[in-house]
């Protein structure tokens, strides 16, 4: 059974693409990260609480790390799956910096900023990945990184809205300053001015960075090769939908249909 995707909902993760031998340690891994994200984002919990549980999180990981399974519905089948493939803790560490980032960060300088939380928020789960079917090859590491950063950049456009109304803003604040995007209008979902030219700005590196990534989709055969092409398409469709819309994040979150699946999966397969 798969890994419940209800906060993954537009791109294909622990679908039925992947290989069954591998849909249990991914959904140990998902379970993991899930849970600390919500423990970051979800509920009413004052920031010392959610911090407090995160670094509980990093305790489960020390104990993991010195060959104890914890009786847990989250860490037991995790530390399962750490031993038989020999997964490394560092990225979950990271997951872990940026999920307690979020209690207490709001707003990022730049997209300097932006990309070093993609760097710990997302790149390690596509690591995490292709760790577990064994490709250690730099090159296909850093196409793993650049395709999810790319769609950790394109979940913060989808959920600007969402993101602000707790209290958070992903887009870069001098590239807001530079086109005159006030927080106010964020706010009020105004999308006079410059608001098309920033989105097309960040739309575009979006699409660069996902299609940087893009040769893996090639590179890599089987059913991972087709999951990650599937997961290329609906990065592009969803920016699609921003770009013909860019006010729509205020009034209509762009999602995949039916029909972008169908499409997603057919031009997978080519």
Same mark, same amino acid.
């Given at each position: 059974?798969?890994?419940?995707?209800?906060?993954?909902? #537009?791109?294909?993760?622990?679908?039925?693409?992947?290989?069954?031998?591998?849909?249990?340690?991914? %959904?140990?891994?998902?379970?993991?990260?899930?849970?600390?994200?919500?423990?970051?984002?979800?509920?009413?919990?004052?920031?010392?609480?959610?911090?407090?549980?995160?670094?509980?999180?990093?305790?489960?990981?020390?104990?993991?790390?010195?060959?104890?399974?914890?009786?847990?519905?989250?860490?037991?089948?995790?530390?399962?799956?750490?031993?038989?493939? !020999?997964?490394?803790?560092?990225?979950?560490?990271? *997951?872990?910096?940026?999920? !307690?980032?979020?209690?207490?960060?709001?707003?990022?300088?730049?997209?300097?900023?932006?990309?070093?939380?993609?760097?710990?928020?997302? #790149?390690?789960?596509?690591?995490?990945? *292709?760790?577990?079917?064994?490709?250690?090859?730099?090159?296909?590491?850093?196409?793993?990184?650049?395709?999810?950063?790319?769609?950790?950049?394109? #979940?913060?456009?989808?959920?600007?809205?969402?993101?602000?109304?707790? #209290?958070? $803003?992903?887009?870069?604040?001098?590239?807001?300053?530079?086109?005159?995007?006030?927080?106010?209008? $964020?706010?009020?979902?105004?999308?006079?001015?410059?608001?098309?030219?920033?989105?097309?700005?960040?739309? %575009?590196?979006?699409?660069?960075?996902?299609?940087?990534?893009?040769?893996?989709?090639?590179?890599?055969?089987?059913?991972?090769?087709? %999951?990650?092409?599937?997961?290329?398409?609906?990065? %592009?469709? $969803?920016?699609?939908?921003?770009?013909?819309?860019?006010?729509?994040?205020?009034?209509?979150?762009?999602?995949?249909?039916?029909?972008?699946? *169908?499409?997603?999966?057919?031009?997978?397969?080519?």
């Amino acid at each position: 059974m798969p890994v419940p995707v209800d906060h993954y909902e #537009n791109f294909p993760v622990a679908s039925w693409l992947l290989p069954r031998r591998l849909r249990r340690p991914v %959904e140990a891994i998902y379970r993991f990260a899930r849970s600390a994200d919500d423990l970051a984002d979800e509920g009413d919990a004052p920031p010392a609480q959610r911090l407090a549980e995160l670094a509980a999180y990093d305790q489960a990981l020390d104990r993991i790390e010195r060959g104890e399974t914890p009786d847990d519905p989250v860490f037991g089948p995790l530390a399962e799956a750490i031993r038989e493939y !020999a997964i490394p803790l560092a990225p979950f560490r990271d *997951l872990l910096s940026a999920f !307690a980032q979020d209690v207490g960060k709001n707003r990022y300088a730049d997209f300097g900023e932006v990309m070093d939380y993609c760097r710990r928020s997302a #790149n390690p789960v596509g690591r995490l990945m *292709l760790h577990l079917y064994g490709d250690r090859d730099p090159r296909h590491l850093a196409y793993s990184d650049a395709i999810c950063s790319s769609l950790q950049l394109i #979940n913060f456009l989808q959920d600007i809205a969402v993101d602000y109304r707790k #209290n958070r $803003i992903y887009l870069p604040q001098d590239e807001l300053a530079a086109h005159h995007v006030s927080e106010a209008q $964020i706010a009020t979902g105004d999308t006079r001015g410059l608001w098309h030219m920033m989105m097309h700005k960040q739309i %575009e590196r979006a699409r660069k960075l996902l299609q940087a990534g893009a040769p893996l989709g090639r590179a890599l055969h089987g059913r991972i090769g087709l %999951e990650i092409r599937v997961t290329i398409r609906g990065g %592009e469709a $969803i920016l699609r939908k921003l770009h013909a819309d860019p006010a729509c994040v205020f009034h209509a979150r762009p999602v995949l249909t039916p029909k972008d699946w *169908l499409f997603m999966l057919a031009r997978g397969l080519h």
